[in-house]
């Protein structure tokens, strides 16, 4: 089971971290992936970390975002830097226990609650 928090309102050029803490098993057997969806639109693929330590982002984040592992706390966490406004999405995080690892919806079977990230600008 996992349960993403860390969402908020904030402004253009701020940071957040989101955290995905997972319960009932151990991150390091699975593939983290974080998504997220804009009103409106798909669920886009964010950033994941594999169970191998491997991590993969997608361009738009490259370089803003940073996601890491702390198995002692079975959480994973995504470091939001420079956000933008159209960062603006409900964030979701999903395991996926089945490598190599993935970058669609379909590949993740457990997913959490999201959070909200709103970025004014």
């Known amino acids: 089971q996992l349960q993403a928090s860390g969402g908020g309102l904030v402004q253009a050029g701020e940071s957040l971290t989101l955290s995905c803490a997972a319960s009932?098993?151990?991150?390091?057997?699975?593939?983290i992936g974080w998504f997220r969806q804009a009103p409106g639109k798909e669920h886009e693929f964010v950033a994941a970390f594999g169970w191998s330590g491997n991590t993969k982002y997608t361009d738009p984040v490259k370089g803003r975002f940073t996601i890491s592992r702390d198995n002692a706390k079975n959480t994973v966490y995504l470091q939001m830097n420079s956000l933008k406004p159209e960062d603006t999405a409900v964030y979701y995080c999903?395991?996926?226990?089945?490598?190599?690892?993935?970058?669609?919806?379909?590949?993740?079977?457990?997913w959490g609650q999201g959070t909200l990230v709103t970025v004014s600008s």
């Open positions: 999903a395991s996926d226990p089945r490598p190599p690892m993935s970058v669609v919806v379909s590949g993740y079977d457990s």
């Open positions: 009932g098993g151990s991150v390091r057997r699975y593939t």
